[in-house]
T-cell receptor, first 117, second 113 residues
Framework: GAVVSQHPSRVICKSGTSVKIECRSL??????MFWYRQFPKQSLMLMAT?????????EQGVEKDKFLINHASLTLSTLTVTSAHPEDSSFYIC?????????????FGEGSWLTVV | DQQVKQNSPSLSVQEGRISILNCDYT??????FLWYKKYPAEGPTFLIS?????DKNEDGRFTVFLNKSAKHLSLHIVPSQPGDSAVYFC????????????FGTGTRLTIIP
């Protein structure tokens, strides 16, 4: 079946540095991918919509200059957390839609734990 | 404003019995609903979905029921197994091409052996 893969699954970075998280659809093409963030004991919060070949659409309150999203191909979207700070430490999850004859299904990546020290 | 609500933060069910997870929504524009299962430190796993034109969808041990007039959906798992212990999120979307899921807050299901 369709699989969405995220890398890295865990990353620790120093405050002030940048870190990139990749989201790949492994056996299907996705023109649109989504990036979510989950705070402890809370639901998933949509950060932005990643559109292949165009600029991402950010949700209200999400800093687009801090969370850079690039969707350079139909199978890859990247989220770069720039000048990371400890408050950026969180669980980041991407999703992608598979369009099949039987209908649409949204699949999620495995998630990436970011710890900023 | 929480448009998708899961009012039970936790649920415990005996192994082999039926687990029923509930979800309510307020936005009448939602026309597609999904259930996800999530283990700690992992991404959500898609379980089952239902379109608003249906009132029931079944896949193995999982059945989702949709009551549009009540703006309520439920996920039934039968028989419940220990591996079903996880957090379950319902999600809704309006105009599926938009794909912006609105998630509920989740229900932690614990299956008691």
């Amino acid at each position: 079946g369709a699989v969405v893969s995220q890398h890295p699954s865990r990353v620790i970075c120093k405050s002030g540095t940048s870190v990139k998280i990749e989201c790949r659809s492994l056996d299907f093409q996705a023109t649109t991918m989504f990036w979510y963030r989950q705070f402890p004991k809370q639901s998933l919060m949509l950060m932005a919509t990643s559109n292949e070949g165009s600029k991402a659409t950010y949700e209200q309150g999400v800093e687009k200059d801090k969370f850079l999203i690039n969707h350079a191909s139909l199978t890859l979207s990247t989220l770069t957390v720039t000048s990371a700070h400890p408050e950026d430490s969180s669980f980041y999850i991407c999703s992608a839609r598979e369009t099949a004859y039987s209908g649409n299904t949204i699949y999620f990546g495995e998630g990436s734990w970011l710890t900023v020290v | 404003d929480q448009q998708v609500k899961q009012n039970s933060p936790s649920l415990s069910v005996q192994e082999g019995r039926i687990s029923i997870l509930n979800c309510d929504y307020t936005n009448s524009m939602f026309d597609y609903f999904l259930w996800y299962k999530k283990y700690p430190a992992e991404g959500p796993t898609f379980l089952i979905s239902i379109s608003s034109i249906k009132d029931k969808n079944e896949d193995g041990r999982f059945t989702v029921f949709l009551n549009k007039s009540a703006k309520h959906l439920s996920l039934h798992i039968v028989p419940s197994q220990p591996g079903d212990s996880a957090v379950y999120f319902c999600a809704a979307v309006s105009n599926f091409g938009n794909e912006k899921l609105t998630f509920g807050t989740g229900t932690r299901l614990t299956i008691i052996p």
